[in-house]
């Protein structure tokens, strides 16, 4: 029996979009609409690497294996959306990348982050490319020789709208797919989702972070509603209202907001530029590492 990553053929002819401009408000086409998304894809990358890995067909896909980087690249005033480092020498490495609006020099500017990436940081080992289309508009025509990395298993390209349905994929990758639902329908399907997480999900963080995913896709298509009454419509509230929520909910937050943001100092990324990633204040992040810091 085929797994789920096997079903999802990619296009044997993929095509080339770039990002017109670095990914500080990297944005989803949504109904029409432009949706910021890179701080909700960022941590789609973070806290589900297991799904990238096994998406982009890598032969180890634990996790545990590997070390996630947003990487930003100032030689060439660019952002990577994520990689995952091996900890291992001799393993491959993987790019991933999500894009959400037509952009014909996709390809060619992915390529050139890929490669100024594996010159600065002298990358000897092989490595393999994954990329998140919306859908196939998103993808541009000019192709640019991206057609034999796909035949050759180095570029992963997978279509959002055209994964096969739940319960046939992860209950997250089909709640990620929400970014390209039409925005009438947007609510209703985001309100079935949160019902199938609530009885899918016992497991409180993991819950919490679906929801959460599915509440920044809402908020960010309808900006003129308050974060209460989003809650109210997507019936969030009725659990988020609870003490014991809102207490569970403010320690894992901050916990793995400090977990996430001394990773990302770590690998030489400044306050700011920690902030813009994470949707955070510099007030937040600097509490955050002064709290990180290891007290004598």
């Known amino acids: 029996m085929k797994s789920v990553a096997d079903r999802w053929q990619p296009r044997s002819d993929p095509t080339n979009r770039a990002?017109?401009?670095?990914?500080?408000?990297?944005?989803?086409?949504?109904?029409?609409?432009?949706?910021r998304s890179d701080h909700w894809f960022f941590r789609v990358f973070l806290d589900r690497a297991r799904l990238i890995l096994t998406l982009a067909k890598?032969?180890?896909?634990?996790?545990?294996?590997?070390?996630?980087?947003?990487?930003?690249?100032?030689?060439?005033s660019a952002r990577l959306d994520g990689l995952?480092?091996?900890?291992?020498?001799?393993?491959?490495?993987?790019?991933?990348?999500?894009?959400?609006?037509?952009?014909?020099?996709?390809?060619?500017?992915?390529?050139?982050?890929?490669?100024?990436?594996?010159?600065?940081?002298s990358v000897r080992d092989?490595?393999?490319?994954?990329?998140?289309?919306?859908?196939?508009?998103?993808?541009?025509?000019?192709?640019h020789g991206i057609s034999e990395w796909v035949s050759s298993g180095r570029l992963q390209v997978i279509y959002l709208d055209e994964l096969p349905e739940y319960p046939d994929i992860p209950l997250e990758l089909a709640v990620v797919k929400l970014v390209v639902s039409k925005k009438?329908?947007?609510?209703?399907?985001?309100?079935?989702?949160?019902?199938?997480?609530?009885?899918?999900?016992?497991?409180?963080?993991?819950?919490?972070?679906?929801?959460?995913?599915?509440?920044?896709?809402?908020?960010?298509?309808?900006?003129?509603f308050s974060i209460q009454e989003i809650e109210t419509m997507l019936q969030l509230n009725d659990i988020r209202e609870s003490?014991?929520?809102?207490?569970?909910?403010?320690?894992?937050?901050?916990?793995r907001d400090r977990e996430i943001i001394a990773r990302m100092k770590s690998q030489g990324r400044t306050a700011q530029e920690i902030a813009e990633?994470?949707?955070?204040?510099?007030?937040?992040?600097?509490?955050?590492?002064?709290?990180s810091v290891p007290r004598n």
């Open 184 to 224: 009438e329908d947007l609510i209703e399907k985001a309100k079935y989702w949160v019902s199938e997480t609530k009885k899918k999900l016992a497991e409180f963080d993991a819950q919490q972070r679906v929801l959460s995913l599915i509440q920044a896709i809402v908020v960010s298509n309808f900006q003129n």
């Open 58 to 76: 890598m032969p180890n896909p634990d996790p545990e294996a590997y070390e996630f980087r947003a990487e930003e690249l100032k030689d060439v």
């Open 126 to 143: 092989d490595w393999r490319l994954l990329v998140l289309f919306g859908s196939r508009v998103h993808e541009p025509s000019a192709t």
């Open 19 to 35: 990002k017109t401009r670095r990914r500080k408000a990297a944005r989803v086409l949504v109904g029409g609409s432009k949706v």
């Open 84 to 121: 995952y480092a091996p900890k291992q020498p001799g393993e491959l490495w993987l790019f991933v990348e999500a894009q959400f609006y037509l952009a014909s020099d996709f390809y060619l500017k992915w390529i050139r982050k890929v490669f100024s990436y594996l010159l600065k940081y």
């Open 277 to 291: 990633a994470l949707g955070l204040s510099d007030e937040q992040v600097r509490t955050a590492l002064e709290r």
């Open 243 to 255: 003490r014991f929520f809102k207490e569970v909910e403010a320690i894992a937050t901050a916990q």
